[in-house]
């Protein structure tokens, strides 16, 4: 019934929000320095989706956000020695090993020997292939793409390229905006990992769900058993 | 004798370095205000190219690049302001309007007539999706592929999943290092713009030039005729 199962990568294959709010701890830190706490910084969040537009997802559009809101809110009494130590983090951020969940090696094994896999993930482009090299994961992909949006029309085109029916074709992943929604729009399959850690932004109310073709999982462990018992696997079996 | 032909995109489709020029003369303003001059900042262009292994190519690293050269080189005594002025500038940068060079239309819809054409481009991801959606070029490709670098490693990549003969592609670009060097390598075709505005990165001594698979042109509006004169028509014509 199934004939390629693709993968989102970030908070699905491996550690990433942790960073994030690791890194807006740190920022906060800073902040304090100028007498600020976090129900100051709370209106700015609309400033960092505001520059998505032009920065797009990934560590560079994070700093370069703390960056302005850190001017911003300080009312341009920030040093810039604070301003070094942002740039400084996403470079750690940007360096950061990658940490795979438990389980996902596994599954990914598993899945691979009947499968085709495909990787779409969100972000900057030379960040999420370093990570895919590193991850020691990329035996198991027949394909990577780097997106900048995980909008359907996205989505549709990579199956489109790839010449794949949107039917027989599944998508795993922890954000129910950008994995599962799409997805299930153009008449896909998808997993949700919802226990998954999600920013915010990724949140979405799940009101629209297709219930035939949405399994929900509490984690990766389950993503085998339950694709068994949606009978997911009866072709190749 | 080709089968598919592929383009660089900046500097040889559109106006690219230019834009960093003006974004490097604002900067030197922004210095001058602090007694500094372009000899001052000559040194640091080693920390642009070091910050390229955290924040790849395109004007996300092209500014935070300059925020972490202008912190260094004022002693910690650059304004927020000034910084603000910069990240302004990635903006202005990132929404610029696509200014495509002369002649180029009506060569791609030449050639897009007798070869599929693929776009290979290096940077920012969302960027360089969103000049080629505002090229009005996109109906000439049949493919995109936007990379973090352009070694003959990745071109291989692309050349194996598109099941291309080396032998049988032919690139045209504006930079020896990344657009003709590799292909020459790999043994394809390279056809070189060699009077685009080329950043100093990109260049390189082409000393170990393929001769017979290298073709030189002095703009875009010369493409045509030298292939036709390299004979690279025959199959099609």
Redesign the interface.
């Known amino acids: 019934m199934i004939d390629w199962i693709a993968f989102d990568a970030d908070d699905t294959l491996w550690k990433n929000e942790e960073y994030y709010i690791a890194g807006r701890n740190r920022f906060l830190e800073i902040l304090q320095k100028y007498g600020l706490d976090t129900a100051d910084i709370e209106n700015y969040d609309q400033f960092e989706v505001g520059n998505i537009q ?3 997802y990934g560590v ?2 994070f ?2 956000s703390m ?2 809101i ?3 809110i ?1 009312e ?6 604070d ?2 130590k942002l ?1 400084q983090l ?2 750690e951020m ?2 950061q090993e990658v940490e795979v969940f438990e389980g996902v090696s596994l599954l990914l094994e598993r899945l691979s020997a009947k499968f085709p896999l495909m990787l779409i993930t969100k972000g ?4 999420q ?1 370093r990570k895919f090299a590193a991850s020691g994961l990329a035996q198991y992909f027949r394909a990577i793409e ?4 995980k909008s359907s029309a996205v989505y549709e085109g990579i199956l489109n390229r790839y010449n794949i029916d949107p039917a027989r074709f599944l998508m795993v992943g922890n954000s129910l905006r950008s994995d599962i929604l799409p997805i299930l729009e153009l008449g896909g399959w998808a997993v949700h990992l919802a226990d998954h850690p999600t920013w915010s932004h990724e949140d979405d109310p799940a009101n629209q769900l297709d219930q035939e073709h949405y399994l929900e999982v509490e984690g990766i462990s389950q993503v085998w058993d339950k694709m068994v018992e949606a009978d997911l696997f009866s072709k190749q079996v």
Chains 1, 2 share one sequence.
């Open positions: 032009y920065f797009g560079m559009s700093v370069l960056i302005e850190g001017i911003e300080t341009e009494r920030i040093h810039p020695s301003i070094q740039i996403a470079k940007l360096s900057d482009l030379l960040h292939q780097v997106v900048s949006d």
